[in-house]
Each structure stands twice: as C-alpha cells, then as structure tokens.
C-alpha cells in the first residue's frame, strides 16, 4: 500500500522549519464566499443557454459557470467567436483571442493586455491582467513592493518591513495556457474567465478581483497554436478524410516545449519567465489537456525536486488538497492531485516559479486531442478506477465536449484564484520567506557558490553556460584578485562513509574567475542546474516521467566547482553587466593564423562565417610561438582583413604565426549540409535544427520524400544529417500507410499557418526504396550520413554500417541520463577538441558493438578470458588425464584481451575463405566509448550497466569512399549537451577528411 505521503510531508515540513508565519487569520474563510450568481446582476440569458446546451451532462457544470453575468458595456467572448467560448467545432486563432483580450482591455478598466515578446516566427505573446480597479490604478505602487519582498536584500532583510509590505500588497497569479498545441481548450476558456473576473459582481469572483492580479497568458505555444487551428478546419473542410497529426507544434519543437525551462533556448520559455520574474509573481498555473478530467499536478508524486525551498512543497499540498476538495464540494468527477507524474526534473514551463522562489502549478484536464468536436469516449480501468487519492473518479464512457473542458479549467482556475486570494498574506509571507531564505542558502545549507575558473580551456562554452543562467536571471560575479578557497575531498565511492576527519585541499582560481554565488534571490535555479542529480535505483517511483539527469556543466563540458566554504563570499568581487562573452581576437601577426581546437562551437561558426577562406586541421598537436595547440588546430592562411573583428565578436582567441608549423594538415571545409526528417516525428530533430541555426551552420531542410526523389544526392550535398526521428527503422522506409487518402502537410490558402519550410502534398510515403538506394549511392560515393538513436538503427538495420550492430541496454535501467564516456581514438577528426571522460546524454542505454566479420564476430556479454575449471590454482594449466603433458607446439600463441570497444583480431582459421571478413580499410572505426561500469553515472539514474559499460557510441564507419558516422547517444540535446555538438560539427567540418590518422590491420 502507498502511504500517504502527503500528510507525512506536512509535518516534517513543520518539524523542521518552525519559523512563524504570518498566518491568515484575518482572512475570511473560502466559505464565506459561495460561488454562485448574485442576484442583483443581470445575466446574458443566450450565453448561458448555450453554455448549457454545449456541456452534455449537468455535473460536469459548476455554479461558478453555469450561467455568464451580462453586460451593458463589456463584451462577451461571443463578438469575437460568433459563438461561446468551449462551442462546438470552433477554435479560434490567437489572433482573434487577442482581438477579444483587447476589445475587453478597452471597454473595462479592470483589464490590461500587456505585449510581452515574439515567437520564433514573428507572433506576439501576450499577457492579459485583470483586478479591480483600485488595484489596477496602483500596479505600479504593488509591484514595486513585491520586488523588495522579492529581493529581501532590498529592505536589509528585514522581517518587520516585509510583514508591512505584505499586509499592503496583493499577489500576482500568472495562468499560461495551451503551450501544448493539441492540447486546444486553455484559449476560450482563459478569454471567458477574463470576462468573468472583469464583469461578475457575485461576492465569490469580486473577492478575487479585490484581492489578485490575475496574469493571464493564454496562448504560450503561438505559432503552434495557429497551425493547430489550421489543421482543425482543414478537418472539419474534409471530414470523411483522415487528418495529419500536428507535425510542427512551434518552429522547432512540439511536445518538448514544455522541457526548455532549464535551457531556456525558445523564446516562449525566456518570455513567460521574463513576465512572471517582471511581475514578481507568486504562481505560474500552467494548463494541459490529457487526463481526465481534472488532475492537479500540483501535489504530484514523488521524487520532488531536491533544490527547492520545503515551504513550496507545502504550499503545493495546501493548494491542491484545497483545489480537489472545493470541486468535489461542487460536485464535478474526476478530481484529483495526487499521482501519475514524479515532480523531479525542473525542465516544465510550470517549474520557473518553483525555482524562482514562486508556486508551480499544472493542469491536465480532459481533451479531444485537437478537435472541437463533441465525441463519445471511452477510458480505460485504471483511468476510472477509485483510488484512495481519487475517490470520485471519471466515467467510464461520456460525450465530452470543449465546453465540459472549459467548465473544468475555470472551475478549478476560481477555485484556486479565491483560495489565494483568501490566504494572501500567507502566500505573501512566504514569498518573502522563500526569497530570503534562498539568500541565506549561501550560508545555511550551501553551497557558498559554484566557481567557473578564469583559466579554463573552454571560454566559449563557458560564457554560453554563464549566458543561460543570465537568462535564468541569476547573478554573476567576477573576481577582481586571485582568492583559494578549501574544497571537501569527495568520497571514494557512492555510499563511502564520508570523511569528516579530512581536512580538505585548497584550490587558488585565478583573478577573472566567475563566481555564482548562491546568497542571491535567485540561487536556487542555479544551483539546481550546475549541482548533480542522483536517482536511486530502489526508488519506489520505478517510472521516472522524464530525465533523470541534467549536471549543466558536465553536459556543456565545462568545470563549475562546488564551494561550501563561506569564504568565497568574501572574495573581491565585480558583478558582471551584459551578457557573459569570452574574449576573442586575433593576437601577434604572421602568414598563418591559428585557433587551438577546444571544443567551443564557435569554432564552425567561424568555419561558415569566413566560407572562402583558406582553412586546414592540424592532425598532431604541436608547439608554436610559445604556446601549445591540440590535435584539429585550426589554422589560416591569407587570413581576411576581418578576422580580428569576427574572432572578437566570437570570442575566439587567434594567434598569428610566423609560418605553417610542420604538421600534417587537410583542410576543413564549409561543408554543404542537409537535415532530414521524416513526417512521422519532428520532435526530437528540432532541437538539432534549432542548435545549427543558433550556431549559425546553414542547412537544406529536406524529408525523407526529398531522398527519394533526388538521385544524385552528392551534387547538392556533403553531409546529411539525419537526427533521431521517431518510428522504427522498417517506418521510416515505409512512411505512414497508403491506405485512404492523401494527407497534405502545406501552405495554402486553406492552412495560412503551415510553414513554407516544410511543406509535402502527402505526407503518408517514406524514405521508400529508392531513398534508400539514393542514401547508398551518396555514401559509397563519398558522402558522410549522420545518424543518432533510432536513425544510427535505421542504418545499420539496412545494411549501410557495416559491422556495427546495436544494443540496447538490457537489464540496466538508464531513463535520460548523463553517462561518462572516453575517448577511444583521438586521431579521429570527429574527436578533435573533445575533452576525454565527457559526460553525453543516453535517453536509454543504448550502444553499439563492432565486428571484422559480416554475420559473426561480435563480443558477446559476459565473454571474458581466463582459465575453465580444472586442477591447480587459477594460474595453473589444466591437466588432461590420461594423456601425455601438452608440447609447447600444441597451445596457443599468447593473446592480449580484446576490449569491448577494439575488433576482434582476424584468426588463422577466418583466413581460409576471408569472404565475410570486412576488408580493414571498411571496418568500424570506435571514435566514443562509455567508460567502465563503476565511473558510468555522471547523474541520473543508473541501474546495473553491465550491458553498455566500455561499449561504442560514437562508431565511424566507412562505406566505399564515404562514411556513416552513428551515435548511440543524442550529442544535441534540448540545448543542454552542448559539450557534445563538437562531435557532429568535426563530423561536417572533415566530412571528406574523416580517415585521417585511421590505422588498418594488415589483415
Ligand atoms: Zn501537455
């Protein structure tokens, strides 16, 4: 049986952290307030005739929306939509939903509608709020006193001052809706409840208008937005068709949208964290459509986040236990708060409040994935069963309709409004509480500060890592003076007893270092992102909701030193203004300019930036002018006139030689690139295209259609890239099935949204045979194919990567985690800069193994060397009885181990007939290895890993005159293994170049 973890939570909260609150005993209770009409208000009779019409059974009604008050001055969502919010068969575009927020701004002065950023394609965001007017007279006044509680450093920490500010100001409730684009309800049911708040003059809706600011974003994923309507009435055109899924939610991710809150790479991520951290508000309520029919992700399951303030945790249980109790009260099914995602992973839209000193919250309410239509459906047991959290549970079968959802979002978004704003002190108290704590973190539980030092070999990246907690608005300091700090001696092993008898190392970083130091509001996301994550494998939540390991600076390849020794905070220091850049430019002058490879992708900016430029790899280290560069050096010769200036702007550092140093060297070239994708999935790819366009490596966005149909695929391309893509390798050939009709993913008239980018007449035909023949021709000719995760599969399944086969990870359980890797050949151009024992991305475990032999030679786990049981020691040779001692002639010449990662020496007796022995110039070349079991886990989650410990990921091989280079590991990764593109980027910079210093058995 389950405890009850919830109760238990609760009391060691308030075992542990006893400090008095301002509780609000002042405040009415909710009660006191009955949702329901007033009476001396009229109301829209048609609105709320059709407002039940359009709900198909009366308890998925509540009094708080059963009827819509009227107006004689604010309109209703109804000009706009020609109909209710949550009708039947209408979903409108967000440009309509804004039209509607601002005719409603201009007609109440209880509403404002505040422009807070663009989408990847051009489309506004918007932020709706809505109070009374005395509130909305004084936001200035109000947010001025929210940022001292925000920053307690402000008012000198200074706890009678906050109780005064607190007891004048008035939270802020920030609700996001629809970034899921599928997910369709949020938009009307957000415009409806802004009229409500503006309108209603019951004494339940005009507490809260007296006592929040609602914040109302209702449209997060815009651009996905816009296409899902599109799709929609393309349905509702065609509606004996079948209809695509929503391939592109938003320009370069779908579902994932809501896993950015760390990296912070879409602009809809850094626009709602810069409105909540603008605001200063007190919750982001994020809202999503799956499970029916409300579930209040709120209280979760476990495991929790390990960074946050336990206030938060408690205030998760208070609002949600409330929110379940208060809709059961009003009688609607299907109400809970307790279970199904772990509350782990701070990557969720939602959780940039928890991190932020804040409230998360999160909605999943029921859906029809998309469509507006009303539709009979039918639930599985365990979604209707009665659990012990969930004692009223949904229905086994039911009509549901957009406007049942509607009702429920804004039946549990008033709930939840009237509960704040019935306990605002407290949630003000602790807002104040969680940000002064969060200050005083530096020196309670630590660390004092992460330190990034100011002689590291990545300066590049270094910034970049620096640059996202900028964005995370987290403050950077820079040490004007060398300072030494004692650093702990880290245990030998896990579960080691630690030693407290030792006295530390002292470790001097040199002046320019970077300091983030956690007696700062905002310490907790920072900490969150540079410390390491540890998931138990005898967790009891055996199905972690994603990944279980994210270490910031481990996935960018760069050192953040974890200080504890308060010390550090008196170190001189300057804050950094601006954002963080490394320096660059061009230092001495010569006929050579050389860059040392380092790892920091600037360097194949540069690459493409300078395309006629004159550049070669180094393929050996060497020594020049006094200093020392790594094997890929990159060096120019007749160096462009503005070279100094685009290194600067890059932040690359440049050193002019005298001459060529005497190094082998090929060149490096701005190689012609091709991304392809399937129609199946998009998702996984977009991350890809978004990090190519960051970095500024121009591409052909092509589909597996565009494979098919170009036979020469070498005279328009290098290199294609095929990122992970979905779908198993035998799909991705056959497509979708040709059965029914053409499903067209295009820009017309019909469907405005759909981008031009990527566009087909059918989706349903895949790569097909002849893509595949093209694929082959392409390589053997010349041209290097990239796969990753499934499509490296594709490859080796049909026969394009010899010698390699693919495993998964058996009984090692891996559920995205950060895994240590090594270097196996550091002569291979896909290695050049890459920092050995980086720590890569594994979604689950996968791996490779490699052959010399078609059909046959691969290492089987568990195959190890050693003596078979017998007479003597272990280092004794068995005796066979009743036979002479073995002559010398008869044993085995002595062999040394074969590793997992090295291919078997070909035997005496292979050589007979060598047909399925691969000729050595075509074997695989290991370029990335895991490392061994006991150093695997960097952080996450890791059980066993017998079964992928020392074994491939990175493989180069080579097909006729090309190369197909797999990943069993994702190297681009939701903007957040940027210490891994390196390995894609030498794989393009040296696509023609990839045998350099290869060595081939003899036989
Ligand atoms: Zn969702």
New binding site residues.
Partial sequence: MRVPAVAAGVVLSLTLFSTPLAMAQTAPPASSFRPGRSPSQPIDAEYTRKIKEYTTEPFFLSPLVDYLPASRTVPTPSVVLGDIAGAPNKLPYSKEVYEYMRLLAKASPRVKVISIGTTEEGREMIAVAVASEALMARLDENKARLSKLADPRTIGMNDAEAARLVGLSTPVYYITGT??SP?AGAPTALMELAYRLAVDESPYIKHIRDNLITLITPIVEVDGRDRQVDLFKWHMAHPNDTWPNLLYWGHYVA?DN?RDAMGLTLKLSQNVLNTYVDWKAQVIHDL???VPYLYDNTIGDGPYNAWLDPLVVNEWQMIGWNNVQEMTRLGMPGVFAFGNFDTWSPGYLMFMAATHNGISRLY?TFGNGGSAETLERTLSPNETSRTWYRQNPPLPRVRWSLRNNNNYEQTGLLVSLSYIADNKRLILQNFYEKSKRSILKARTEGPAAYVLTGDTRRPGTQAELLRVLQKQHVEIARATAPFSVTLPIRAKRAGAASDSAAKGISRTFPAGSYIVRMDQPYSRIADALLDYQYWSPNDPQKTPYDDTGWTFPEGFGVEAVRVTDARVLDVPVERVTGDVRAPGGVSGAGAVVAINHNGDNALATLRYRLKSADMVAAEEPFEAGGRKFNRGTFLIRNAPSDLGAITKELGLSAYGLAAMPSVATHPLRAARVAIMHTWINTQTEGWWRQAFDFMGIPFDYISVQDIAATPNLASKWDVIVFPPAGGSAQQIVQGLPMWRNPMPWKNTPETPNIGTWAQTDDIRPGLGWDGLKHLEEFVSGGGVLVGAANTADFAIQFGLATGVRSNDAGQTRVVGSLLRSRIVDETSPIAYGIIDSLAVMSDDGGSFSVGSTLGGGFRRFGEQGGRPTGRGTVNDPDVAQGRPALDPRFELPPTTPVESWQLAPIQDDQMRNPLGIIPPDQRPRVVLRFTNQRDLLVSGLLGGGSELADRPIVVDSPRGKGHVVLFAINPVYRGTTVGSYFLVLNTILNFDNLNAGRKNEAR
């Fill in positions: 970034i899921h997910e579902h809501n999503h459509e799956s999943e």
